[in-house]
């Protein structure tokens, strides 16, 4: 019981423990008051923290979620998501020499649109803008330079399971070309490392089951992973 406790308050908390004190607290009083600090000085320290944070990357949709809410309670206000959505666009626009300079930081790059495309919504549904942003992203993790990377390969898997359903949902036409992509470098790119054509494969399979896999799959992927 106790341990459930602390991991519910270690989640209430958010991973912000990586910053230095006085970043935790601007960031702390920006999820309670965010009338009372720089927003766009807090999207930028969001921001950069998830382009070298991978855990980080995959945790600020949340953090993000909370602030826009409680800018919108406080002041009807929506200063903190243009200026995260303008900060985005930029990282967007200069996603391939960011690429070229570090797969990690790419990586973290993708896992944060990603996530921010999970967690902000408008009127419960997924927002329109980010939708091809995203696809772009994935598509880029699908050509055959980017498959014979595990990480790479690793990151189109991990964003495909999160949200593959609701990229779907807001347009069919273009996950059926990206699941293509991915059915052609499973099926005939040879330099495909074991654990990427096994990815791929786990994946080709959980859409195919409406995104979702069969107790069998399951335990078939995942000991095959942890062998």
Known sequence: ????????SSKEEYKIQSFDLETQKLLKTALKDPGSV??????????????????????AGRICYTIVQAEAKQTNGNVFRRNLLNRLQQEFKAREETRQRSTEEWVCLVSFICNIFDYLKVNNMPMVALVHPVYDCLFRLAQSDALKNEEEVDCLVLQLHRIGDQLEKMNLQLMDKLFNLLRDGFLLQEDLSSMGRLLLLEILEFRAGGWTLSETAQKYYYSEVTD
């Open 38 to 59: 720089d927003l766009e000085k807090v999207s930028n320290i969001i921001v950069d923290q998830s382009l070298k944070d991978q855990i980080f990357s995959r945790e």
């Open 1 to 8: 019981m106790q341990t459930d406790r602390m991991e519910t």
